[in-house]
Antibody
Framework: EVQLVESGGGLIQPGGSLRLSCAASGHTVSSTYMSWVRQAPGKGLEWVSIIYSGGTTYYADSVKGRFTISRDNSRNTLYLQMNSLRAEDTAVYYC?????????????????WGQGTMVTVSS | QSALTQPASVSGSPGQSITISCTGTSSDVGSYNYVSWYQQHPGKAPKLMIYDVSKRPSGVSGRFSGSKSGNTASLTISGLQAEDEADYFCSSYPGSTTVLFGGGTKLTVL
């Protein structure tokens, strides 16, 4: 069974940095497309970033230049390094795998999700 | 790009069918078949219900179906059940290395 477990969230002051981790079991992070999606309290979902199996990365405009997605193949873990944090980054952050139906990956379809980790940016 | 537009709420009685709309533009929903739908119960992670406009992942009930016409995608739930009460989100990939989500629709089963 594929499982994703996020960690690293917490309370951080504006301008601070935080690194989120997403430990995977049951599948190999380096062989799949993986993404971060966030959800502000009481709000909708917002896509944050994706890393392809080949290592190519993309970011939402709202986090470009501040967040970095990466992975450690030896630890089978996905990361999100978040710098210059703002109040509007406050959200539950989910890692998720992009759906693969045997023919290709779907960039907007996320089939396995972690439980989420809460990030609160406040002074 | 702006978020996709969904109604804030819909409701239906057990056994009935309901449809949730998701309106985008000719640059996203109208141009690509990348439309997905998610179900989210309170305090839980979202669950993928529909991808590629109308395809269901393994294990998703056949009561859930998706379609698209022009710039608007739709999720239909037939034979409404109490456990269907949840928030539903649509998503689309406009081919620009970003992903758009709708604002979400709260489904109430009366």
């Amino acid at each position: 069974e594929v499982q994703l477990v996020e960690s690293g969230g917490g309370l951080i002051q504006p301008g601070g940095s935080l690194r989120l981790s997403c430990a995977a079991s049951g599948h190999t992070v380096s062989s799949t497309y993986m993404s971060w999606v966030r959800q502000a309290p009481g709000k909708g979902l917002e896509w944050v970033s994706i890393i392809y199996s080949g290592g190519t990365t993309y970011y939402a405009d709202s986090v470009k230049g501040r967040f970095t997605i990466s992975r450690d193949n030896s630890r089978n873990t996905l990361y999100l390094q978040m710098n210059s944090l703002r109040a509007e980054d406050t959200a539950v952050y989910y890692c998720a795998t992009n759906y693969y139906d045997g023919t290709g990956y779907y960039p907007d379809a996320f089939d396995i999700w972690g439980q989420g980790t809460m990030v609160t940016v406040s002074s | 790009q702006s978020a996709l537009t969904q109604p804030a709420s819909v409701s239906g009685s057990p056994g009935q069918s309901i449809t949730i709309s998701c309106t985008g533009t000719s640059s996203d929903v109208g141009s690509y078949n990348y439309v997905s739908w998610y179900q989210q119960h309170p305090g839980k992670a979202p669950k993928l219900m529909i991808y590629d406009v109308s395809k269901r992942p393994s294990g998703v009930s056949g009561r859930f179906s998706g379609s698209k016409s022009g710039n608007t995608a739709s999720l239909t739930i037939s034979g409404l059940q109490a456990e269907d009460e949840a928030d539903y989100f649509c998503s689309s990939y406009p081919g620009s290395t970003t992903v758009l989500f709708g604002g979400g629709t709260k489904l109430t089963v009366l």
